[in-house]
């Protein structure tokens, strides 16, 4: 079963870090490219960071220079490393892998596949 499993989420105060991780299970962890998405109450979800497989990265505008998006293939993890985080940016954290679909097809693996979410709180 290809499963996805976040931690690392919680309290923290406006200006301080947390780090999220996700673990993957059940799949060609290496091949996949991951990403961390954001959902506020009320909002949509939101695309924070991607990091493909071959370890190129991209981010959200509103995240560049305070998070990083890195992958550890060998522990079928990646992490977000969240500094400076503001207020607005509470939300429930999302990973995500994504493949090709006619990769994934042709292997007959999952294209996409979510984790149940980690929820921080920006507070003071």
């Known amino acids: 079963q290809v499963q996805l499993v976040e931690s690392g989420g919680g309290l923290v105060q406006p200006g301080g870090s947390l780090r999220l991780s996700c673990v993957a299970s059940g799949y060609i962890f290496s091949i996949y490219d991951m990403a961390w998405y954001r959902q506020a109450p009320g909002n949509q979800r939101e695309l924070v960071a991607v990091?493909?497989?071959?370890?190129?990265?991209n981010y959200a505008d509103s995240v560049k220079g305070r998070f990083t998006i890195s992958r550890d293939n060998a522990k079928n993890t990646v992490h977000l490393q969240k500094n400076s985080l503001k207020p607005e940016e509470t939300a429930v954290y999302y990973c995500?892998?994504?493949?090709?679909?006619?990769?994934?097809?042709?292997?007959?693996?999952?294209?996409?596949?979510w984790g149940q979410g980690s929820q921080v709180n920006v507070s003071s």
């Open positions: 990091i493909i497989s071959g370890g190129d990265t």
């Open positions: 995500k892998a994504d493949l090709d679909e006619n990769i994934a097809n042709q292997a007959r693996l999952p294209s996409d596949v």
